[in-house]
């Protein structure tokens, strides 16, 4: 059974090493988080999935790293710095701020209860603005980028010359963006520093509802198959007044998180808004010519954009369980092992120098190809219970029978059914348990 509440994932997180509140020593920093040890290589196997499906299975997606900071012009041109904005409102009572349309009742202050005692609504600027050099003022202005996809366009040229791509072809990124957001919250599902994986998909304008449907579809299947329900996502197409200024159709993949659904990753048809706006601003041509048919036009452009942290949320909440074993409860991650922070724990029977030796030349064996936990503190049954929850697939026990027979034993997680390995295939064994 998944989490039914938030609390499960954020104590679970906390005391396991997934997430840490930042700088928690000075009292903390709102909606800022840290990624533990545990937390860290989960955020890295989420990133390498996408990748994966994304850049390394495809031959027409190639990954780029663009910068963080960029001067004002990129995001003039991109619509952010007039239109990225939320409306937001002051409660006159208790001096609290809102946007207002995340109000249920836009006369009644949540924080104080108070009815009729807001300010008009002002739009406020999401950017993150900084200065670049030792001289502040409007002509060292830079911004900290609020989403990758700016990075993708302005680098369209350089990549179709280098890659020698064609339409449809796509620039995969991933890395952190920021927004400045009036009201953060629900733990890492929305904080102002976050990381994103995103897609631009330029294809001729003519089949861009073809692959707006396609890449709707493939995203969706990518959740499932990292091991999410398909009753917990679902597709929701956005209205007519939801869109942004540059879309012609946008489609939400939807996770239901413990207080209703919420976005997980958006797929967007931004047409050829963004190489026009570019190419306007800059002065130079951001199009495609065409040697089979002869014609030269702008590729529209189909964006899948998820975020990292919010995906890891989901699967930690879709992966949650507690169950009993031997008439004992446990908390369990059924994670895919894919995203299992440990694919493999290693866990001697005794600390005894008989058997260390060789638990250790198993743990470097495994670490090769692995991330690898080793594990010899308390009894058996406890280091089981703590691999069950932080999701490890696999538990290998070196015991003194290990030194005669040259064998251990496999336990695996989500059926605590334990076989029996020679050491030789070890590591054959549990690659075929885990699929790679």
């Known amino acids: 059974m998944a989490a039914t509440d938030l609390d499960q994932i ?16 000075y009292g903390g ?58 409306p937001l409102v ?45 001289v502040e003022g409007s002509g060292a202005e830079v911004y900290m980028r609020p989403e990758t996809a700016q990075g993708m366009f302005v680098n369209f040229l350089n990549v179709l010359q280098t890659s020698r791509k064609k339409p449809p072809f796509g620039i995969a990124q991933v890395g952190k963006s920021f927004r400045n957001e009036i009201t953060p919250g629900n733990f890492i599902f929305r904080t102002r520093e976050f990381e994103q994986m995103e897609c631009e998909f330029f294809v001729p304008p003519a089949e861009s509802a073809k692959w707006y449907q396609y890449w709707c579809q493939a995203r969706l ?21 939801e869109l942004s200024h540059y879309s012609a159709g946008t489609s ?3 996770f239901r998180y413990p207080w209703g659904w919420g976005e997980l990753e958006g797929v967007a048809q931004r047409t050829d808004y963004d190489l026009g706006q570019h190419a306007d601003h800059s002065g130079q041509k951001l199009d495609y010519f065409d040697q089979n048919s002869g014609m030269r036009y702008v590729p529209y452009v189909i964006e899948p954009a ?23 409860a446990r908390t369990i991650l059924r994670l895919h092992p894919r995203l299992a922070p440990y694919k493999v724990a290693v866990l001697p029977l005794s600390k005894k120098e008989t058997l260390t030796p060789l638990a250790h030349d198993i743990r470097r064996t495994l670490a090769a190809r692995y991330m690898v936990d080793y594990d010899d503190t308390q009894s058996i049954g406890r280091r089981y219970r703590r691999q069950d929850e932080v999701g490890t697939p696999l538990c290998v026990t070196v015991d003194f029978d290990s030194l005669d027979d040259g064998a251990v034993t496999i336990r695996d997680r989500d059926t605590t059914e334990q076989v029996r390995v020679p050491i030789d295939s070890l590591l054959a064994e549990v690659g075929t348990r885990l699929g790679f």
């Not at 954020?10 to 020593?25: D, M, Q, T």
């Not at 001096?95 to 009742?105: A, G, M, P, V």
């Not at 998820?306 to 004992?328: K, P, S």
């Open 29 to 86: 920093f709102r909606s800022s988080y840290d990624y533990g040890p545990l937390g860290s290589l989960m955020l890295r196997n989420v990133r390498e999935a996408w990748i994966r499906t994304m850049v390394q299975e495809r031959d027409d997606v190639v990954l780029i790293d663009a910068a963080i900071l960029a001067p004002p012009q990129v995001f003039e041109a991109s619509g952010h710095l007039a239109n990225f904005s939320d």
């Open 90 to 134: 002051d409660c006159t009572k208790c001096k609290q701020r809102f946007r207002e349309d995340h109000l249920d009742d836009p006369n009644t202050c949540p924080g104080c209860g108070a009815t009729g005692s807001f300010t008009e609504a002002r739009a406020f600027n999401l950017m993150f603005k900084t200065y670049a050099g030792p």
């Open 10 to 25: 954020v104590n679970l997180c906390k005391r396991r090493g997934f997430v840490y509140p930042s700088a928690e020593i």
């Open 306 to 328: 998820a975020g990292v942290n919010r995906a890891m949320a989901a699967f930690l909440l879709a992966a949650y369980d507690e169950d009993e074993v031997g008439g004992e």
């Open 221 to 241: 299947q990518w959740y499932v198959d990292l091991g999410i329900p398909a009753e917990m996502l679902q597709l929701r197409a956005h209205d007519a007044d």
């Open 252 to 254: 939400d993949i939807e």
